[in-house]
C-alpha cells in the first residue's frame, strides 16, 4: 500500500514541478515580450509622448531636440569620446584588416603591412539614423549614415619581389557610407541587449590617394593601381555587409549572429541581345562578369564571344549566399579588347529577395551604364538569366547524393531529387566511388512547333511562305517543317524528336526563314533552355522571334528523362 501511495504522490509532485516549471518559463517569455515592446515604443516616441512620461526634472535636454539637433548632439558626443575610441579602434583594424590585405596582396609584392595606423583627431559626421527592424526574434537593427573626412595617419610596410622596401602613405581618406548595427538578443538585465553587430551596410564612396615617402608612387608603374585595389578588397571582405563583427556585451554564445552560408544561388547565363558596339571595326568581342559580393576570388567570367552583338553563352555558376534579404546578383557585360582595358556595355542586377526559393526565374534584363542611376534612357541591350535559389533548411531541398566527394549544382540537386520521387534511377551506389562525377540529364525533348503569329511580310505581295528550321547547339541535330504558302499566320503541327544527351547545358535554336525558289530570307529566331521542360516535363507557350519586329511561335514541348552519369577526373 505505501508503494501505490508513494508512487501517487510521486506522480503528483512529477506533473507539479512540471507545471510550475512551463508556468516559470511562460512568465519569463511574456516578460521578455513586454521588454521588446517596451524598447520597440521608445524608439518610435515623440517629444510629445516623452513630455507626458517623464518629470520636468528628469527630462533630459536632447529629448527637445529636432531630428537634425539630436544628430548634431550625436556628432558632439562622438567628438568628445574619439579619442578614446581611436586609440581601441585602430588596434582592431590593424589586427583584422592586416590580414585581409595579405589575402588581395598582389603578385608583385612581397609583403605588405601596416607600420603604423591611427585614425587622426577627426571624428566622423552622422548625417542620418533610422531603426527598421525592431522584434524579439531580430532584435534592434539600426542603421547610421556616416560621412568621414580624415586625417588618418596610416602607413603600409610594402616589400617588393625584388626586396625593396618602400613606405607608403595613405592620405585624403573621403568616405561617406552606411552603418548597420544589431543589437541582439533583447534580454531582461541593463543594458537590455546581449551583443553588438556591426557592418559597413552600403559604401557609397571611399576616395584616397597614395604617396610614397620621400618619393613619387607614379615613379613605380603599377604599383599604385595594385594597392588601390587591395585597399578596397580588403574592405569589401573585412567589414561590408554582409560580413559583420560581434561585440559581446553580456557574456553568452552569439554564433548566430556570425556571417554563414544560407543557401546557393545557381546562375545560367543564357545570351544577350543588340548589345552596343563598342569598336570601331567589325563588332564587340562581349564577355561577362557575374557575382554577389563583388571580391576577385568570389566573380565568375564567362567566355568572350567574339564579334557578335547576340552572343550565346549557356554557361553555369553557382554561388554562396550569406543574406538573401539584402544581397543581390550582378551581371556587367563588357567588351573584351584583348591587353587593353575592357570597355563596360552596360550592368543589370536581380534582388535574391525576388527569387522564390527552389523556382527558377527566367529574366530578361535591360543593361544601364550605372546601377546606382535609375534613368538611363540609352538602349544598352539586354542580357538573359536563369535563377535558382535554394536555401539550406528548404523542406523539399534535394540532398547531395554525392557529398562531400562529389559537387552538384543546385539545379542538378533539384533535377536529381525530381527523378528520385518520379521512380527514376537511385544514385546511392555511386556514392561510394572515389572519382568526381558529373549529372548528365539525358533524354528525349519532343518539340512540336504548332503555329506562328503575326509573321513579317517578306514578299511583294505581302505574305511570306514561312517554314522553321530547329536544332540543338551543342549535338547540331537539325530538321525543318514544311513550307506554308503565303501565310503570315501559318499552321504546322510538327513533331520532332531530339535526343539530348546533356539537357542542363544544352539549347534549342528555332529559325524562321522565307522560302523563296533560289534563295531564303531569314525572319526572325527563338532561342530557348531547355531548364522549364525538364523541371516541368510538359508545357505549351507562344514565343515571341527575336531580330524581327512582329511575330510569335506557338511550341509544345516534352521532356522523357534518361538521368546518366558521366566520369570526370581531376
Not at 514544311?482 to 531530339?498: A, G
Request: proline share 5%; with cysteine; hydrophobic share 40%.
Amino acid at each position: 500500500m505505501g508503494f501505490w501511495v508513494g508512487m501517487v504522490l510521486g506522480i503528483a509532485a512529477g506533473v507539479a514541478i512540471i507545471v510550475g516549471f512551463a508556468r516559470c518559463e511562460n512568465s519569463r517569455a511574456a516578460r521578455r515580450r513586454e521588454l521588446a515592446a517596451t524598447v520597440a515604443s521608445f524608439s518610435k516616441m515623440t517629444i510629445e509622448d516623452s513630455r507626458k512620461l517623464l518629470p520636468s526634472d528628469l527630462y533630459p535636454s536632447w529629448v527637445v531636440f529636432s531630428s537634425q539637433q539630436k544628430l548634431k548632439w550625436l556628432n558632439q558626443e562622438l567628438t568628445k569620446i574619439w579619442p578614446f575610441v581611436n586609440e581601441a579602434a585602430s588596434e582592431l583594424i590593424k589586427i583584422s584588416v592586416e590580414p585581409v590585405l595579405e589575402q588581395y596582396r598582389p603578385i608583385i609584392i612581397a609583403s605588405l603591412k601596416f607600420s603604423k595606423l591611427t585614425l587622426g583627431t577627426v571624428a566622423p559626421q552622422f548625417t542620418g539614423i533610422s531603426i527598421i527592424e525592431n522584434t524579439q526574434e531580430s532584435g534592434i537593427v539600426m542603421e547610421l549614415e556616416m560621412n568621414w573626412d580624415a586625417n588618418a595617419s596610416i602607413i603600409l610596410d610594402v616589400k617588393t619581389l625584388l626586396g625593396v622596401a618602400l613606405p607608403i602613405q595613405v592620405k585624403d581618406i573621403g568616405f561617406t557610407g552606411i552603418f548597420r548595427l544589431i543589437f541582439k538578443p533583447l534580454v531582461e538585465e541593463l543594458p537590455c541587449f546581449g551583443a553588438v553587430c556591426f557592418s559597413l551596410r552600403k559604401k557609397k564612396k571611399l576616395d584616397f590617394r597614395l604617396k610614397v615617402i620621400g618619393g613619387e608612387i607614379s615613379a613605380l608603374p603599377g604599383i599604385s593601381d595594385a594597392l588601390e585595389d587591395t585597399i578596397k578588397n580588403a574592405v569589401e571582405d573585412s567589414i561590408t555587409w554582409p560580413v559583420r563583427k560581434v561585440i559581446p556585451i553580456i557574456p553568452g554564445d552569439y554564433s548566430d549572429l556570425e556571417l554563414k552560408p544560407v543557401g546557393t544561388l545557381e546562375v545560367k547565363l543564357v545570351q544577350a541581345r543588340d548589345l552596343t558596339n563598342k569598336d570601331l571595326i567589325g563588332k564587340s568581342d562581349p564577355f561577362a562578369i557575374v557575382y554577389v559580393r563583388p571580391l576577385p576570388d568570389k566573380m565568375k567570367r564567362s567566355k568572350t564571344i567574339n564579334n557578335d552583338l547576340n552572343p550565346i553563352w549557356n554557361e553555369h555558376f553557382e554561388f554562396i549566399v550569406e543574406d538573401a534579404d539584402t544581397q543581390t546578383v550582378t551581371v556587367k557585360i563588357y567588351d573584351d579588347d584583348g591587353i587593353q582595358e575592357s570597355d563596360l556595355i552596360g550592368s543589370a542586377q536581380v534582388r535574391l529577395k525576388d527569387l522564390q526559393p527552389g523556382k527558377v526565374k527566367d529574366v530578361w534584363l535591360k543593361l544601364v551604364k550605372d546601377l546606382e542611376i535609375q534613368r538611363d534612357r540609352k538602349d544598352r541591350g539586354q542580357v538573359h538569366l536563369e535563377l535558382l535559389y535554394c536555401p539550406f533548411d528548404m523542406k523539399d531541398e534535394a540532398p547531395n547524393p554525392f557529398a562531400p566527394q562529389f559537387t552538384m549544382t543546385s539545379l542538378e540537386r533539384t533535377m536529381t531529387n525530381m527523378e528520385n520521387r518520379s521512380g527514376g534511377s537511385s544514385f546511392d551506389m555511386m556514392s561510394s566511388s572515389r572519382k568526381k562525377k558529373e549529372i548528365i540529364m539525358r533524354g528525349v525533348l519532343s518539340v512540336t512547333v504548332i503555329s506562328g503569329e503575326d509573321l513579317p511580310a517578306m514578299d511583294m505581295n505581302g505574305k511570306s511562305d514561312p517554314y522553321v528550321g530547329l536544332s540543338l547547339k551543342k549535338s547540331k541535330t537539325k530538321y525543318k517543317t514544311r513550307v506554308v504558302n503565303e501565310s503570315l499566320n501559318p499552321v504546322w503541327n510538327q513533331t520532332f524528336d531530339f535526343v539530348v544527351e546533356d539537357g542542363l547545358h544544352d539549347m534549342l535554336i528555332l529559325e524562321v526563314y522565307d522560302h523563296d525558289t533560289f534563295r531564303r530570307d531569314y525572319m526572325g529566331r527563338c532561342i530557348l533552355t531547355l531548364t522549364k521542360v525538364m523541371l516541368e516535363e510538359e508545357y505549351e507557350e507562344s514565343f515571341n522571334l527575336e531580330g524581327a519586329k512582329s511575330g510569335k511561335l506557338k511550341l509544345h514541348l516534352k521532356w522523357s528523362p534518361q538521368p546518366i552519369m558521366r566520369d570526370t577526373r581531376e
